[in-house]
């Protein structure tokens, strides 16, 4: 078993028209329906600001913008029936593809594949 740890984030609201994006997902342990902005983890030397243009390109293929920092959120905790800590750093940006704003959903995949 892994020791546990604080973990480093980097996420993007996509502010657009008094609107955000969010990724919706249930949680399996509780099956409560759970609402994130789109980004993920820092990489060890990766300052957040490279993170959220990576994870971006990585999840929907996607190029940004006027990438400016929100602030900072601490968040504590607990998903799938484990406890969990992580320092969020929270960005705002804009696709440069204009048109990604007119689609009522995107597509995303995860590095490891899962939708």
């Known amino acids: ?9 980097a996420l993007c609201v996509f502010h657009h028209q008094g609107k955000i994006l969010v990724n919706q997902f249930v949680d399996a342990d509780t099956q409560q329906t759970l609402f994130r902005p789109l980004g993920g983890g820092i990489d060890f030397g990766e300052h ?14 996607q190029s940004i913008n006027n990438l400016r920092l929100i602030g900072t959120l601490e968040s504590l905790f607990v998903y799938d029936g484990k406890p969990g800590h992580e320092i ?12 990604v704003y007119q689609r009522a959903q995107l597509d995303a995949q995860e590095s490891d594949g899962a939708p």
């Open 1 to 9: 078993m892994s020791e546990p740890r604080i973990r480093a984030l």
């Open 88 to 99: 969020v750093q929270v960005y705002d940006a804009c696709f440069e593809d204009a048109t």
């Open 48 to 61: 957040s600001a490279q993170a959220i243009v990576r994870e971006v390109q990585e999840e929907l293929g």
